[in-house]
């Protein structure tokens, strides 16, 4: 793509539909985004598809937003141009603004730029069971190095750490169950009919036959199925609890998935205990990595669909 053409409609609605194939909660997709001709993209939240209840802070909305954003500067990296990014703009005023993005002169993408980014309508959330072959630690360094440049850490789980967030991802999914605003609601992204978006059922995956499993039920399953015998999970964390370190949390999700696309792995998540967490107003265990933002189960598993996504029609605002 020309330097010509970013500036184009259709430019700028490519930078817009790689943005917008990002992962956020449940498949809101929970963002808009509004171009200044000649200046810059603005990245807005978009409080229509906030999960009020689940997120009554924005974390999660706001990391998702970090996802879109990450792939947006990756797509302008493509175009041989340079993303300069401002995040949280003016928070007083606007804190919907999560980022404006001017598109400067650059240099033509380096390999991994362009390996990354081809990599964007590749990436799945794979709820189906993994296989039983280990994560290498080389593979590992390389997310965990995917984490850094983003600002965040990235924490591989040891068998007795696993097994311990099985436990706490249980208990949190128990007492979710019982919440029945919190199940209305996650009802009104998941179950068939409800959103065209969302997560369809065709992406649910089976439902473990032993307990606890290493995916989250969203209450519709097909079939039962064995999930691997050692699920292999990394927690990111970040330094901070603040709209600043979801925004980075979410760049450097992207980043880390991205870089796991690239080496054959599948990832989900299990982000139960960080929801209730959220809910309850308490405060995660210390930790001396920093505050978990998101709880990631990786491994080797077998092809999924893609969930659906907004036209980029309808993500491009027109209004001042």
């Known amino acids: 793509m020309s330097p010509t053409l970013v500036s184009s409609d ?4 490519r930078l817009l539909v790689a943005a917008g194939q990002a992962p956020s909660v449940y498949n809101t997709q929970p963002w808009r985004f509004r171009v200044v001709p000649g200046r810059h993209i603005e990245l807005l939240a978009d409080p229509a598809r906030h999960l009020r209840v689940a997120d009554p802070r924005g974390r999660s909305m706001t990391v998702s937003c970090g996802a879109a954003l990450f792939n947006l500067r990756l797509a302008v990296r493509h175009v041989g141009r340079r993303p300069v990014v401002w995040l949280l703009p003016d928070p007083e005023q606007n804190p919907r603004l999560m980022a404006a993005v001017r598109i400067a002169e650059g ?5 991994r730029n362009r390996e990354l980014y081809e990599l964007i309508p590749v990436r799945r959330t794979n ?16 997310l965990r190095v995917a984490a850094s440049r983003e600002g965040a850490n990235l924490v591989p789980l040891d068998e007795d750490g696993v097994a311990e967030m099985l436990d706490y991802v249980a208990l949190a999914e128990d007492e979710l169950t019982h919440d029945h605003e919190y199940q209305a609601e996650l009802a009104a992204w998941t179950m068939p009919g409800a959103r065209f978006d969302g997560v369809p059922a065709y992406v649910h995956g089976p439902r473990p036959a032993r307990d606890p499993g290493p995916v989250r039920d969203f209450g519709r399953h097909e079939y039962d199925a064995r999930f691997e015998e050692h699920p292999q999970l990394v927690v990111l964390t970040t330094p901070g609890d603040r709209p600043l370190d979801w925004l980075r949390a979410g760049q450097a999700l992207q980043r880390v998935l991205l870089t796991a696309t690239r080496h054959g792995l599948s990832t989900s998540f299990l982000n139960q205990p960080l929801d209730l967490r959220d809910m309850r107003g308490r405060r995660d265990p210390y930790h001396r990595r920093g505050h978990a933002q998101m709880i990631i189960r990786i491994g080797y598993g077998p092809y999924v669909p893609g969930s659906p996504r907004r036209p980029a029609s309808e993500l491009e605002m027109t209004d001042a």
Do not use: N
């Not at 240099?107 to 390999?111: C, D, F, I, M």
């Not at 709820?127 to 390389?142: C, K």
């Open 107 to 111: 240099r033509p993408p380096t390999e």
């Open 10 to 13: 259709l430019g700028i609605r």
């Open 127 to 142: 709820r189906e069971p993994y296989s039983d072959r280990p994560v290498p630690p080389s593979v590992l360094g390389e």
